[in-house]
C-alpha cells in the first residue's frame, strides 16, 4: 500500500510539472497579488507629495469614474484627500485652476471676495523647502514676570524713610529690576498681569483659539518660564557721627564760651534683599540668593549753640518716590538691585525652557512670500521655522456647533525673515498655496522649531 502511494505522489509531481526532491514539500499554487483599488493608489500619490493638480490630471487620463462608498470617503477624508480629486474619481466637475505661490502670474495681492464652494485646484509644481536662514541662531530668551517684592519687614524703617509716609518699597524695588531687565540680553520681560490673564484665559479655555472657518488664530500658550520673587530684609540708614571742640581766639569768642564743635558724620544707607526664580508650571525653587546694596557721604557742620545744624542726609522727612532715586537710601537701593540683576543674569542658563507651542493662521499670500497673523509678542522669532498645514475639515460641537479642532495635511514649511507689530513674514516652500483656497478653508501654520 506505501508503494502505491508513493508512486501516486511522484505521477501526480510529473504530470503538474514539478520536480519532487527527496525531503521537498509539494508547494500550493501561488495566487498573483491582489490589485491595488484605486482608493488604495490615490491615497498613496497624495501622501506621497503628489500635489493635488498632478493627481487630478492622472485621474482624468486614466478616463475611470469609480463608484466610492462611505467607507472609502471616510478613508480618503483621514488621508487627507481633497474633495476636488474625489470629484475628479468620480467623474465631477473640477473648479478652473486658481494662480498660487511659486507660479507665473500669481497674484501680488491676496485676492477678495466670497469663497468658492469648493476650494480651487492648485496649479504648478512643489518647491523646496526654504533654508534656514544663514547667521541666524534661535536662541531663545527665558521669559520672565517679576512678581512685587515683599516688604514687610521693614515697613517701619520705610515709613521712617518716607517721613512717615507709607510707600510700597516692595513694589518701587520690584519696578526697578524690571526697568533693569527691559534692557536684558538673556530674559524676555512679561509684565506680570499680563501674565497673570493669559494663564487665566488658559484655565478657563483649552479648546484652540479658532474662528468660524476654522482657522487658528494664535495659539497663545504664551505664559513665562519662570517668576522673580523676592523680600526686602534691610532698609535703613547706618549713620555715624563724630564730634570735637574747635580752638580759642577772637573769632571763637563770639561764640558762648568761645568754644566751636565741629562735628563730622558719616552717612550710609543700606538695602538688602533677598530673591528667588520660581518654576512657572511646577512652583519649584530653581535657584535663588541675595543681594546687599550700600551709599556713603561723609559731611562737617558747626555747632555753637550745642543744637546740630546736620540735615536730613538724603533721608528722612524730604524723601519721596519722586526724588527717591537722588536720596542716600535710593542710592543703595539701585546698587542692590544692580547686582540682583546681574545675579539673575548670569545664572540664566541654569533657567529651563518652556517648550513654544505656537499656531496661527495663514493670513495672506503674495507672489514671494507668505504673511502669518503672529508678531514678537507671540514669541516668534525672525529664522523660526514653521509647518504649512492645508484645513481639510473643521470639527464641530455636536451640541453648539462651535468648531473645537481642525483635521490638517502639512503641504510646505515656512521660515520667518521679518516679524513686525502684527505679523510674521517667511519663505514659502513646497505644495504651492492658493489664494482662493486661503479664501475657503484656509491654512494653519504650526512652529516646528521649539
Known sequence: ??????????????????????????????????????????????????????????????????????????????????????????????????????????????????????????????????????????????RLSVDSFDSSAVKNAAQAVFGGAYVDAGLEISNMIAARLQKSQVFTLLE??????????????????IDRRGSIKKGRTLGVDCFLVGE???????????????????????????????????????????????????????????????????????????????????GGAGTTTSNFGATIIGEATADAVDKLVKEVENQASQIPQKPREIEASVAAITANSVYLAVSADDDVQRGDRFAILQINNVVLDPHTQEPIDVETTKVGELVVTEVREKTAIGNYGGQPLSADYLKGKGYQARLMSK
Open 1 to 142: 500500500m506505501m508503494r502505491k502511494f508513493f508512486i501516486s505522489m511522484i505521477f501526480a509531481a510529473v504530470l503538474s510539472g514539478q520536480t519532487l526532491n527527496a525531503g521537498t514539500r509539494v508547494a500550493a499554487p501561488a495566487h498573483p497579488p491582489a490589485e491595488k483599488s484605486g482608493v488604495d493608489t490615490v491615497i498613496e500619490l497624495v501622501k506621497g507629495g503628489m500635489s493635488e493638480s498632478l493627481v487630478i490630471k492622472t485621474l482624468q487620463n486614466e478616463g475611470k469614474s469609480y463608484a466610492l462608498s462611505t467607507a472609502d470617503l471616510l478613508r480618503m477624508q483621514k488621508a487627507g484627500v481633497t474633495e476636488n480629486i474625489i470629484n475628479a474619481m468620480t467623474g465631477g466637475s473640477v473648479p478652473p485652476t486658481s494662480p498660487a505661490i511659486g507660479t507665473k502670474n500669481a497674484p501680488a495681492s491676496p485676492s477678495t471676495g466670497e469663497s468658492p464652494e469648493r476650494p480651487p485646484v492648485n496649479s504648478g509644481g512643489p518647491t523646496a523647502p526654504p533654508p534656514d536662514l544663514p547667521g541666524v541662531s534661535i536662541v531663545r530668551k527665558r
Open 192 to 209: 506680570r498681569s499680563r501674565s497673570k490673564t493669559l494663564n487665566d484665559e488658559k484655565t478657563l479655555d483649552t479648546t484652540p483659539d
Open 232 to 314: 526686602i530684609t534691610t532698609f535703613g540708614r547706618d549713620d555715624k557721627s563724630s564730634g570735637k571742640q574747635g580752638g580759642e581766639g577772637p573769632i571763637f569768642n563770639r561764640w558762648p564760651g568761645g568754644l566751636i564743635k565741629v562735628f563730622k558724620k558719616e552717612e550710609k544707607a543700606v538695602v538688602g534683599v533677598s530673591f528667588r526664580i520660581v518654576d512657572s508650571e511646577t512652583s519649584t525653587i530653581i535657584l535663588g540668593g541675595q543681594a546687599r546694596g550700600e551709599s556713603k557721604r561723609t559731611s562737617k557742620t558747626m555747632d555753637g549753640f550745642g543744637v546740630s545744624s546736620m540735615g536730613a542726609g538724603g
